[in-house]
């Protein structure tokens, strides 16, 4: 018979100096919407308001929009008209950049309002590379962000001037994707 374990003590962390951190997640995988989402959920357990703001997302449903709804705390903005330039999407670039410069000025006073702990700029880094939003406009995010505040930039090709502000910078690298065999995207993984 084997004996029993202690119960293991949960502890919680409380770090001695409290900083707000730039977080970019980039790549060409899959998951770095995903690890976002993972990072609104860690914030809703803390207690930590939060506001997502998607920047090419908007015209195909995803999970995350039902989804991050039922957590408290939590503000979700779609903005976008979908990837721009990608798979028969009819929208001419002109709309993705008003769009996108809608975007960028809903996250201005998101982050102005000092009402949030964690700010996600879901796929800038694709806006950017799309020049859909100026790197200096992001830039300018990353400067005026309040110092206990998160902010999350995610998207492929990540700018070298974003990834040298930032204090954790995550690559996500394909290694096989369902894609390569023509398996559609889906439901609960992909969107």
Known sequence: ?????????????????????????????????????????????????????????????????????????????????????????????????ENAQYAVGLAREKIASHQFDLVILDEINNAVKLKLVDLEQVLGLIETKPPLMHLVLTGRDAADAVIELADTVSEVHEVKHPYRKDIEPQPGIDY
């Open 1 to 97: 018979m084997e004996k029993a374990s202690a119960p293991v003590v949960v502890q919680k962390l409380e770090p001695k100096h409290r900083k707000g951190l730039v977080v970019v997640i980039t790549g060409n995988g899959k998951g770095k919407t995903t690890s976002a989402l993972g990072m609104v959920v860690r914030a809703v357990g803390h207690r930590m308001s939060v506001c997502m703001i998607q920047f090419m997302k908007g015209d195909l449903y995803a999970g995350e929009w039902d989804g991050v709804k039922s957590l408290p705390g939590v503000e979700f903005h779609t903005t976008g008209k979908g990837f721009c330039g990608i798979g028969g999407n009819p929208y001419p670039w002109k709309e993705h950049r």
